[in-house]
């Protein structure tokens, strides 16, 4: 099977997608986690002061807020695209 016939197939082409949208995710949580520990700790400590717990408490429930909504986004341009390839 040559590399063209592969690249037209939709299957690859879903699966392709599928990937890509994973690692566009997994880069946001990498970008996400930097930044909360940038934000939030100043300085490694045995243990979090309340300061710093709720900052990352905040930081968190942000992330978990834009992870919804990307999931929601995805799930949305995935389910036009099944409806388009119907058509």
């Given amino acids: ?10 299957r690859m082409k879903q699966f392709i997608e599928a990937e890509t949208q994973k690692q566009r995710f997994h880069a946001l949580v990498q970008n996400l986690s930097n930044k909360c520990w940038d934000s939030c700790i ?4 045995s243990k979090l002061d309340s300061k710093t717990e709720s900052c990352l408490l905040n930081c968190v429930n942000r992330f978990i807020d834009s992870s919804n909504y990307i999931v929601r986004r995805l799930d949305k341009q995935a ?3 099944d409806v388009s390839e119907m058509e």
């Fill in 79 to 81: 389910s036009v695209s």
């Fill in 42 to 45: 100043d300085r490694p400590a």
């Fill in 1 to 10: 099977m040559s590399v063209d016939t592969l690249l037209n197939d939709p």
